[in-house]
């Protein structure tokens, strides 16, 4: 069993920045990948950005130049760095990790961007 911990939600100014963290935990686990999906009201879950062990990110085109996915290996750990956000970021965003356990699923926080 695997268990995904996010924090870093809320609410911010449009043009302004936040970081999601999203801590995972569970013995005898390896992680093959981290990612954060986003899933806005009336709309389906889409992939925001990935990272898998030893690769390079990617994103969504939507988000690059502005998000910056990371990870401590040393803390299965990732987090989501959010600059520039604007008003179409607003969604719930989930953390997602593929493992030697399975796949898990944050609880998702909520990051609403004002004008």
């Known amino acids: 069993q695997v268990q995904l911990v996010e924090s870093g939600g809320g609410l911010v100014q449009a043009g302004g920045s936040l970081r999601l963290s999203c801590a995972a935990s569970?013995?005898?686990?390896?992680?093959?990948?981290m990612d954060w999906y986003r899933q806005a009201p009336g709309k389906q879950r889409e992939l925001v950005a990935a990272?898998?062990?030893?690769?390079?990110?990617t994103y969504a085109n939507s988000v690059k130049g502005r998000f910056t996915i990371s990870r401590d290996n040393a803390k299965n750990t990732v987090y989501l760095q959010m600059n520039s956000l604007k008003r179409e970021d607003t969604a719930v965003y989930y953390c997602?990790?593929?493992?030697?356990?399975?796949?898990?699923w944050g609880q998702g926080t909520q990051v609403t961007v004002s004008s």
């Open positions: 569970g013995s005898s686990l390896s992680i093959y990948r």
């Open positions: 990272i898998a062990t030893g690769g390079t990110p």
């Open positions: 997602g990790v593929t493992s030697s356990l399975g796949r898990y």
